[in-house]
């Protein structure tokens, strides 16, 4: 069975920096593109990041761009977003989620649980 | 950058047809995908690419894909599904996932 652990959230002050990480099984981790997707609270989705399958390529939205780090061990099937120079808008539930194969273009076949952030001081 | 546009709400009475509209320049040469959230829940995988079904999805679910306008279909609707409802699409040009920003389904 496919399963995506997400853990690490927690309160952080403005400017300060988080870890979060996304711990897979059941499948071949390393095989697949990974994403991390935000939602603030009563919002709608918000895609934050990708990653390929041997963390050579990544994207992110430009709301995070040069704050956020994705990355991923696939010898611990885990995936991770680094979060540095937070802000209030940052504040959400982020889920990491799965490409259906090796590509930004496939849909998002399984989710973590998410985990919140809330960055206040 | 491309946007998606949902209604934020639609309301149908238990047994009739829900059609859920999610609008996007030209969006039929894009590969639509429609996700289902439940209060406190993840979002799941409901449609893919435009029309298909993940297993486990009951056939009520259908989704098309014309114009500037995808449509997600949910036919005899039931209670269970009240849900928040989810476009998204792949903009080749960005190489970002957009979402809409999502429609909730009532069902009276």
């Known amino acids: 069975e496919v399963q995506l652990v997400d853990s690490g959230g927690g309160l952080v002050h403005p400017g300060g920096s988080l870890r979060i990480s996304c711990a897979a099984s059941g499948f071949t981790f390393s095989t697949y593109w990974m994403h991390w997707v935000r939602q603030a609270p009563g919002k709608g989705l918000v895609w934050v990041s990708r990653i390929d399958s041997d963390g050579g390529s990544t994207n992110y939205a430009d709301s995070v761009r040069g704050r956020f780090t994705i990355s991923r061990d696939n010898a611990k099937k885990t995936l991770y977003l680094q979060m540095d120079s937070l802000r209030a808008e940052d504040t959400a539930v982020y889920y990491c989620?799965?490409?259906?194969?090796?590509?930004?273009?496939?849909?998002?076949?399984?989710w973590g649980q998410g985990v919140l952030v809330t960055v206040s001081s | 950058s491309y946007v998606l546009t949902q209604p934020p709400s639609v309301s149908v009475a238990p047994g009739k047809t829900a059609r859920l509209t999610c609008e996007g320049n030209?969006?039929?040469?894009?590969?639509v995908h429609w996700y289902q959230q439940k209060p406190g829940q993840a979002p799941g995988l409901v449609i893919y690419y435009d029309n298909d079904r993940p297993s486990g999805i009951p056939e009520r679910f259908s989704g098309s894909n014309s114009g500037n306008t995808a449509t997600l279909t949910v036919a005899r609707v039931e209670a269970g599904d009240e849900a928040d409802y989810y476009c998204?699409?792949?903009?080749?040009?960005?190489?970002?996932?957009?979402f809409g920003g999502g429609t909730k389904l009532t069902v009276l």
């Open positions: 998204q699409v792949w903009d080749s040009s960005s190489d970002h996932v957009v």
């Open positions: 030209n969006i039929v040469f894009k590969s």
């Open positions: 989620a799965r490409s259906m194969a090796d590509s930004a273009m496939f849909p998002f076949d399984h």
